[in-house]
């Protein structure tokens, strides 16, 4: 299967400072998602992008899909305590065997935040 | 609250066990998908139903069964269990049983394998 690299697996960072994860794939990415998930909580869906270069603002959240659709990134300005949490990329891959897709979550960016 | 609900939130069993874990999905969602959340492994798609029909099968083990019902809950299945299952169990519904469908997550089961 594909192989989904996300970057840092920590960040610490003061607030109001921004913050960046990057999701990187050796093969190209047809679609990908992602998910917030708060300490004890659940993921939480956040965006999907499917389109080469495509980007999407959310607030103070951009996400962008590379344009050769092998990288993707979320970046938050000045963050907030309520951005603490997990953020996962989850390209789409094909399910080995068959026609099918599956979601592929890679080990996520705990982001944490000093007021 | 994601309108996804999951029984029970918490399990501690004996190595060997067999356990089940409910779901129930948002009202009018026809597919159901599990996955295991472990520290080492990450968040790993076990196996996906769509109105009562298996649609994808992930990363699950041979030990592990699910099933979808008419009613559309759904059951995960764990059997001769090892420490290493111990990890969170959480389902997820859609719509459809298209993948690119937004995915709602429940709470979570943590299961714990003693």
């Known amino acids: 299967g594909q192989q989904v690299m996300q970057i840092p697996q920590y960040q610490h960072v003061q607030e109001g400072e921004d913050f960046t994860t990057y999701c990187n794939s050796s093969t190209t990415l047809s679609n990908i998602q992602w998910y917030k998930q708060r300490p004890g909580g659940h993921p939480v869906f956040l965006i999907q992008l499917v389109k080469s270069g495509e980007v999407k603002k959310q607030k103070r959240l951009t996400f962008q899909f590379g344009e050769a659709k092998k990288n993707s990134s979320l970046h938050i300005t000045a963050t907030q305590t309520t951005d603490v949490g997990t953020y996962f990329c989850?390209?789409?891959?094909?399910?080995?065997?068959?026609?099918?897709?599956?979601?592929?979550f890679g080990k996520g960016t705990l982001l944490t935040v000093n007021p | 609250d994601s309108g996804v609900t999951q029984t029970p939130k918490h399990l501690i069993t004996a190595t060997g066990q067999r356990v089940t874990l409910r779901c129930s999905p948002r009202s009018g969602d026809l597919s159901v998908y599990w996955y295991q959340q472990s520290l080492d492994q990450g968040l790993q798609f076990l196996i996906q139903?769509?109105?009562?029909?298996?649609?994808a099968k992930g990363n699950i083990l041979e030990r592990f069964s699910a099933q979808q019902f008419p009613d559309l809950h759904s059951e995960l299945n764990l059997s001769s269990l090892e420490l290493g299952d111990s990890a969170l169990y959480f389902c997820?519904?859609?719509?459809?049983?298209?993948?690119?469908?937004?995915?709602?997550f429940g709470p979570g089961t943590r299961l714990t394998v003693l």
């Open positions: 989850a390209p789409l891959e094909r399910n080995s065997g068959g026609s099918n897709y599956k979601l592929t």
């Open positions: 997820a519904s859609s719509v459809s049983g298209v993948i690119t469908d937004t995915q709602y």
């Open positions: 139903y769509y109105n009562g029909e298996e649609r």
